[in-house]
């Protein structure tokens, strides 16, 4: 059993800050890349930001320069410091992973989702 725990999202005034956290845990292996998604009402589930082990990151093109995603490999967390919200960043942030368990299995998950809410 793999799970993804959120914490960290809230209700924030637009130009202010929020920093979500996912820790995973279980019968994990490794982990591959790890990212957060967000879906707003009425819309489609989109990319926010992906970290592979190494380093490397993905942004949209809506949070570049403002948000940044890191991640500890030991403690199977990563991390996304909101900076510069603005109300189009409200939406439930979801965490997602690539994960090979102890089993043998590789397989993708996703966290339950944590409420961002940025008010004008």
């Known amino acids: 059993q793999v799970q993804l725990v959120e914490s960290g999202g809230g209700l924030v005034q637009a130009g202010g800050s929020l920093r979500l956290s996912c820790a995973a845990s279980?019968?994990?292996?490794?982990?591959?890349?790890m990212g957060w998604y967000r879906q707003a009402p009425g819309k489609q589930r989109e990319l926010v930001a992906t970290r592979t082990p190494v380093g490397t990151t993905n942004y949209a093109d809506s949070v570049k320069g403002r948000f940044t995603i890191s991640r500890d490999n030991a403690k199977n967390t990563v991390y996304l410091q909101m900076n510069t919200l603005k109300p189009e960043d409200t939406a439930v942030y979801y965490c997602?992973?690539?994960?090979?368990?102890?089993?043998?299995?590789?397989?993708?998950?996703w966290g339950q989702g944590t409420q961002v809410t940025v008010s004008s």
């Open positions: 279980g019968s994990i292996f490794s982990i591959n890349t």
């Open positions: 997602n992973a690539d994960i090979h368990t102890r089993s043998g299995y590789f397989k993708n998950y």
